[in-house]
């Protein structure tokens, strides 16, 4: 059975890899899954085709026979338990490592939305270049704490994990902003999560999307 | 082994149950496990011994034994996998919880913890007034699309799971603003979650909280 996802069929941001259907693209290079795209206008994401695989018309889904899921977390989750490379085996450690995973999308993610928004929302209203600064603020608190439990470790807790590929992945939105740079051990840890040889086949595959279709 | 969580000394909400630790409580009373609670200042939350459980500074956290776990979606999904009652037996039913985890946290959230910085943190501001029904109408979005979903449904995908106890207690965050007053849908949703005796538990076991502290 072939595991099909979606993405845009034009890449919203230049082939840069920051859409979400990477993260799942990445996830399914660890576990060495193969996988099939099918390719999604900005126009069909709202029709009901699309609407009854993702009540909430975005991209990624994943369909695997008659199992369809949307949202990346529970997707990458999903490849996770049941794939051998993203999920510790000990039981604890595995609470842990499923402990990154929901903080980088509901602690460390939430700021960084907001930040994407007031640029790309709200980037020409009148209160853009004051209300900035104070978005990017509640960001640095985030990344103060991330960098303090980081430390010199190689990866969040023990071996690379599902935790650490959705807190990379989320991290890598700040590369352009230029946030990440008061912290060295988070901009090295998103470079060890951007050198590893299934982020560069998810990213490149992506990014062939782009190339052909622009 | 008794259970741990960690939950505000004081109710910064005066009682209304937002915490978060009312997910993870509400959590616990579903699956019939007993908990203790360690009350905490806003101060003791930063310091060393709070951060060295919970690396943002943050309420609930979750000790058994010596498995400390932090972040909400997290404890609820550990709770949820190793009890009765929270998640389906049936593998693709399960996934399709686990997806609705992940949106309530990942989807629907984010946009209604915009708002509450909106108005907490920018409410002062001099653009509040202007930028306020901008951030409302991104949250109409998601909730529009969630009505659709839900439909006539009692829960979003067949019985009540950790999925619904987290939509739920992500919705029941727009209960004061009154957004969801254009989905009945929506209102009866979170009605019956409200209604559910373990949630009733969870409230009222936060609630004693700031009775007895303010």
Redesign the interface.
């Known amino acids: 059975m072939t595991v099909t996802i979606t993405a845009f069929e034009r890449s919203p941001d230049g082939g840069k890899g920051l859409a979400r259907d990477t993260r799942v693209r990445w996830a399914l290079e660890e576990v060495g899954q193969p996988y099939e795209v099918r390719l999604i206008s900005f126009a069909a994401m709202k029709e009901p085709t699309h609407?009854a695989l993702h009540?909430?018309?975005?991209i990624p889904t994943f369909e695997d026979g008659?199992?369809a899921?949307?949202?990346?977390?529970?997707?990458v989750?999903?490849i996770a338990e049941r794939n051998v490379g993203l999920l510790p085996d000990d039981a604890?450690a595995r609470?842990?490592a499923?402990?990154?995973?929901?903080?980088a999308?509901?602690?460390v993610?939430?700021p960084i939305?907001?930040l994407v928004?007031a640029r790309i929302?709200?980037g020409d209203?009148?209160?853009s270049n004051?209300?900035l600064p104070?978005v990017e603020d509640?960001i640095r608190t985030?990344l103060q704490?991330?960098s303090?439990?980081l430390g010199d470790a190689e990866w969040l807790d023990g071996a690379f994990s599902a935790g650490d590929l959705l807190m990379v992945s989320v991290l890598l939105r700040l590369k352009l902003p230029g946030l990440l740079g008061n912290h060295p051990n988070l901009s090295a840890y998103v470079a060890r999560g951007e050198a590893r040889p299934a982020y560069k086949r998810a990213f490149d595959a992506q990014l062939a999307v782009f190339t052909a279709n622009g």
Request: aromatic share 12%; proline share 6%.
């Open positions: 609407l009540p909430f018309g975005q008659d199992l899921l949307f949202e990346t977390g529970a997707i989750f999903h604890k609470a842990r499923i402990t990154w995973m929901f903080a999308l509901n602690t993610e939430p939305l907001e928004n929302l709200e209203k009148p209160w004051e209300r104070l509640r985030r704490q991330l303090i439990r």
